[in-house]
């Protein structure tokens, strides 16, 4: 069955530190990969995407994440964080069959506060 | 372009109730999938309508059930309610088999 992993339940960083969330994934097929983002009172708000092509994604406030097939991974990095990225940070994957499904498989979710 | 919305955001039922949850997408949208979040089961999948047909399920009991209305409108329903189901139930939109976007949720408390 399809699985996320997320190693890092909570993380706690000053301003400025470098991040990086580890996630990694089960599943025997093609898979889409996303990051999505719960800021403390808000919607689930989607990060970046991987679809297919370069495995270096960019995606909003300066998040990135990679691809690394062989490692089944896609770990979220920003080189500089700031108090107000302290949210609920969520990996997701779904099975890709030649696009997207809409059946997303989350992650338990890291929760990152970032002292100021 | 308003967002996803969910009503009603907060309710309280009884053990052996029903409830119907209502979720409309974003304007253009045609696939509406509903979530159930809970602290100690994380996010998970229930299942997905697109021009109003179930087009993907998770493992979910039969009490849980779904429906899409042709203005893409989706509503859920959860029959016999136990106590467990008490959670966040979100609804996300996307145009077809694509990104999707989040609403707020519907806070069900089961007592």
């Known amino acids: 069955a399809q699985s996320v992993s997320q190693h890092n339940h909570h993380v706690i960083l000053s301003e400025a530190a470098s991040l990086e969330l580890g996630c990694n994934y089960s599943?025997?097929?093609?898979?889409?990969l996303f990051w999505y983002v719960q800021y403390p009172g808000q919607h689930l708000q989607l990060l970046l995407k991987y679809f297919s092509g370069d495995p270096l994604v960019k995606g909003i406030k300066g998040f990135e994440a990679e691809f690394i097939k062989s490692k089944f991974s896609f770990n979220l990095r920003k080189p500089s964080v700031q108090w107000s990225d302290t949210a609920e940070y969520f990996c997701a994957t779904e099975p890709a069959n030649g696009g997207a499904t809409n059946k997303l498989i989350f992650g338990t979710g890291t929760l990152l506060a970032v002292q100021p | 372009k308003a967002g996803v919305t969910q009503t009603p955001r907060y309710l309280i039922k009884t053990r052996g109730q029903q409830v119907t949850l209502s979720c409309s997408p974003i304007?253009?949208?045609?696939?509406v999938s509903w979530y159930q979040q809970t602290p100690g089961q994380g996010l998970q999948f229930l299942f997905e309508y697109f021009s109003e047909t179930q087009r993907n399920k998770g493992n979910f009991p039969g009490r849980f059930s779904g429906r899409q209305f042709s203005n893409s409108r989706s509503e859920m329903n959860v029959s016999t309610l136990e106590l467990g189901d008490s959670a966040l139930y979100l609804c996300a939109s996307s145009f077809d088999a694509d990104t999707q976007y989040f609403g707020p949720g519907t806070r069900l408390t089961v007592l």
């Open positions: 304007s253009g949208h045609r696939s």
């Open positions: 599943y025997g097929g093609t898979v889409n």
